[in-house]
């Protein structure tokens, strides 16, 4: 139950679009379509984003998007706003119906 | 309004325990397989335990294995993380969440719980 790899931080000006990589292995990201991003202002509670790598739950912005290729996901946000700026978080469904997070990503809005 | 509602979290010695619940309303957790993750002080998101919709099935993280427990009333909305041999690095937010493989889609506030003697 290794954690996910992803940057420690991202940055980019309003406007901008910024991708985030979240990095796991074989028995988790590369082996399950159950990857999910979740985004994180402190104090509250985290929001689920994307959903089985690319899907977006009702009411996200279409500006976050998903995708996958082997053991690393990526969440694109496009047209980057201050509002955008929090942590996010990537999740994969792992084997033995575990779940395993990345370590997190700062994301600043310049 | 979904709502989970944590409550439980308390200052606790080392080797004591604690019981965590989570109440749900807005909707029924009859259906939905339902999950704890919690946040130390600077760390990041981690995984700590799931419960199938009719919780027979429990999985858990390595790191809690053996020591906690998960369990869930349906009939009261509500579901339970029982807390035994707990030590420094336990210290924690813990939320509560909905759903389990396809990511989590409603999360609580959390309550905070602190092992120090």
């Known amino acids: 139950q290794s954690a996910l790899t992803q940057p420690a931080s991202v940055s980019g000006s309003p406007g901008q679009s910024i991708t985030i990589s979240c990095t796991g292995t074989?028995?988790?990201?590369?082996?399950?379509?159950?990857v999910s991003w979740y985004q994180h202002h402190p104090g509250k509670a985290p929001k689920l984003m994307i959903y089985?790598?690319?899907n977006r739950p009702s009411g996200v912005s279409n500006r976050f998007s998903g995708s996958k290729s082997g053991n690393t996901a990526s969440l694109t946000i496009s047209g980057l706003q201050a509002e955008d700026e929090a942590d996010y978080y990537c999740?994969?469904?792992?084997?033995?119906?575990?779940?395993?997070f990345g370590g997190g990503t700062k994301v600043t809005v310049l | 309004e979904v709502q989970l509602l944590e409550s439980g979290g308390d200052l606790e010695q080392p080797g004591g325990s604690l019981r965590l619940s989570c109440a749900a309303s807005?909707?029924?957790?009859?259906?939905?397989?339902m999950t704890w993750v919690r946040q130390a002080p600077g760390r990041g998101l981690e995984w700590v335990s799931s419960i199938s919709s009719n919780g027979d099935s429990t999985y858990y993280a390595d790191s809690v294995k053996g020591r906690f427990t998960i369990s869930r009333d349906n009939s009261k909305n509500t579901l339970y993380l029982h807390m035994n041999s707990l030590g420094a690095e336990d210290t924690a937010l813990y939320h509560c969440a909905k759903g389990l493989r396809m990511g989590f889609d409603n999360w609580g506030q959390g309550t905070l719980v602190t092992v120090s003697s």
């Open positions: 074989s028995s988790d990201v590369g082996g399950y379509n159950y």
């Open positions: 999740s994969s469904f792992a084997s033995s119906n575990t779940v395993v």
């Open positions: 807005g909707f029924t957790i009859t259906p939905h397989a």
């Open positions: 089985e790598v690319s």
